[in-house]
């Protein structure tokens, strides 16, 4: 009997023991623009590639966003669905903080968001989530990074990859990655992966890149700052 009797049905584990739209989400996943993290010596980056059609305000659409002063998150699948999870991980990170009186620890944000991307696992009515999450964050632990995808599973990372590119990214990562790498030198890593797998002129306006430090908590970097560092890739 085929799983495809059951690609219909969220709640209903096919033969062959898959929950079949998972595996659907996480295609949707797989197509979508690749996004990078890595976990440098006193922070920790993400990067995405964020390439729009030619007409499009770049400044209209972010693909890394704040969760809180010290938790940055991008993602790689669908967008509109980004946007409701980071608007639960606000909320979830706001209830935390008027409990506890302190900010949520990164740990139990990935948590919290694994726990809400669960939960359209196995309710009628909904579809999983049709996206991926790396979550970067810096609290008493230092700095860490987390994976979290449609199943509500989620991952403790040193550097991974995610969308369309993830293979080859990951495989870049695996042969170059060093626990002592730099912020600087993890940026410059992150936009080199992406531009190998960059389809057609990469520039400034088409890709996102954060940070997190003890020092600075998470930032977005500008337009301008990124073509500085596109410029020294390109030197390198």
Known sequence: MGDSRYSFSLTTFSPSGELVQ???????????????????????????????PLLTDES???????LTDNIGVTYSGMGPDFRLLVK???????????FWKEPIPVNMMAKEMANIMQEYTQSGGV????????????DFRGPQLFQVDPSGSYFQWKAT????????????????????ITIDDAIHRAIRIIKSGFQGEIDENNIEVGMITEDSGFVTLSPAKIKDYLEETTLA
């Open 88 to 98: 639960q991980g606000r909320s979830k990170a706001q209830h935390y903080y008027r």
């Open 161 to 180: 990859a995610i969308g369309r590119g993830m293979v080859a990214a990951k495989a870049s990562l695996e042969r170059r990655y060093s626990e002592d």
């Open 127 to 138: 579809r999983p989530f049709g996206v991926s999450l790396l979550i970067c964050g810096y």
């Open 22 to 52: 998972i595996k659907y989400a996480l295609n949707a996943v797989s197509q979508g623009a690749t996004s990078i993290g890595i976990k440098a010596k006193g922070g920790v980056i993400i990067a995405t590639e964020k390439k729009l």
């Open 60 to 66: 209209s659409v972010r693909k890394i966003e704040m």
